[in-house]
Nanobody, 115 residues
Framework: QVQLVESGGGLVQPGGSLRLSCAASGGDSSRYSMGWYRQASGKQRDLVAGITRGGRTNYADSVKGRFTISRDNAKNTIHLQMNSLKPEDTAVYYC?????????WGQGTQVIVSS
């Protein structure tokens, strides 16, 4: 079973950038469509971006043009480049399969966008 560990979160000012990484182990992530999800305080966890095995991508409307999902199959890693960050992007960010698997959630990485 694939295990996922997210990293790269932190505190950033509005308009800033962060790059999140998701390291997979225990399996080959290139076999799966993968996604980044986020959960803000008091809200449900939603898909932010997804990428298929073939590299096709899908984004939530709220992040289109600002976020970019990518995968490095050689390193078994998935990235989320986040630019032009807004306070409403504040959340815990998780990677998982796409669609998500209930048994594959990691601990996530916290992103706080604030001045």
């Amino acid at each position: 079973q694939v295990q996922l560990v997210e990293s790269g979160g932190g505190l950033v000012q509005p308009g800033g950038s962060l790059r999140l990484s998701c390291a997979a182990s225990g399996g080959d992530s290139s076999r799966y469509s993968m996604g980044w999800y986020r959960q803000a305080s008091g809200k449900q966890r939603d898909l932010v971006a997804g990428i298929t095995r073939g590299g096709r991508t899908n984004y939530a409307d709220s992040v289109k043009g600002r976020f970019t999902i990518s995968r490095d199959n050689a390193k078994n890693t998935i990235h989320l480049q986040m630019n032009s960050l807004k306070p409403e992007d504040t959340a815990v960010y998780y990677c998982n399969l796409w669609p998500s698997s209930a048994t594959t959630w990691g601990q996530g990485t916290q992103v706080i966008v604030s001045s």
